[in-house]
């Protein structure tokens, strides 16, 4: 377990080079601006969107209110009040995709691929939803129908991530593997959904990937390597890893009013996972 002040180390670390460097490829208007400093750095926002997904508490006004503000005070003395903060998440989006980036694990030529369903709404509430008009889409899944985005990850067999896309909810699971197959070599292990001799080839010539999956009913049955067949059943290190992003951390929920927000808590989500606070 990793206490608050290590994860805000860890943070500050990557922000001390990530900010800098950031700013200068920003392009400018060609006016001067004041550009006046937060009361909080942004390791220090970073650091209690991170520890919100990693607590017990299931929302966020709750816990800013009587975690941040009350028990974690002195770690952050410059702490505002809850509807600034809010105002500050959305500029945490792309510092937080790039430190999640800095996290990923390395490829070891075994890996492990699936994606999971993320609804931002329930199906009767489709036609109300305005915050995701033209960004989230109506998809299927093996369970039913959902309207929201698709999130795809691949892991290594010591449960490390590598890589991760997020897509609408209507995208086939096979149509973003190249990009999120890029840079690794070895065999990677999916579903019967990925399912694909014109995707085997692709990969293969492209990408030099060799993907294995689980036969659907109506495929041909054919001969495969018994460690092969043995590490299609090893799955179980990314479903478990998705079944705490859905049921523990609940990834998911009908609350969202930013869809910057959004990809913020998703981001997050996937931090907590791979960090533990205390």
Not at 64 to 87: C, I, N
Not at 153 to 161: A, I, K
């Amino acid at each position: 377990m990793t206490s608050v002040e290590d994860l805000f180390c860890a943070v500050d670390d990557f922000c001390q080079s990530f900010e800098p460097a950031w700013e200068g490829h920003l392009l400018g208007h060609g006016l001067q601006m004041r550009k006046r400093p937060r009361s909080l750095c942004l390791s220090e926002i970073m650091t209690i969107l991170i520890g919100f997904h990693q607590s017990c508490y299931r929302n966020f006004k709750t816990y800013y209110t009587q975690k941040v503000q009350q028990d974690w005070r002195s770690y952050f003395p410059g702490l505002v009040s809850y509807q600034r903060f809010v105002e500050w998440i959305p500029s945490t989006l792309i510092p937080l995709c790039a430190y999640l980036r800095s996290l990923f694990g390395t490829c070891s030529g075994i890996s492990f691929m699936d994606s999971t369903s993320l609804k931002v709404c329930h199906n009767r509430r489709i036609s109300q939803n305005k915050v995701f008009e033209n960004l989230a889409q109506r998809g299927k899944t093996s369970v039913d129908w959902f309207f929201g985005f698709k999130l795809h990850l691949v892991f290594n067999d010591r449960g490390e991530l590598l890589n991760f896309v997020l897509t609408p909810g209507n995208t086939d699971d096979r149509k973003p593997v190249l990009k999120l197959l890029q840079g690794m070599f070895g065999k990677v292990f999916a579903d019967k959904g990925y399912s694909s001799q014109k995707l085997v080839n692709q990969l293969l010539e492209s990408v030099g990937v060799h993907l294995i999956t689980k036969l659907k009913r109506k495929m041909k049955n054919r001969l495969m390597v018994l460690n092969d067949r043995l590490l299609l059943r090893k799955r179980s290190i990314i479903e478990t890893i998705i079944d705490q992003l859905k049921n523990i951390s609940q990834v998911e929920h009908s609350r969202h009013r930013s869809p910057v927000n959004c990809f913020v808590n998703i981001v997050c989500h996937i931090h907590a996972c791979l960090i533990k606070l205390d």
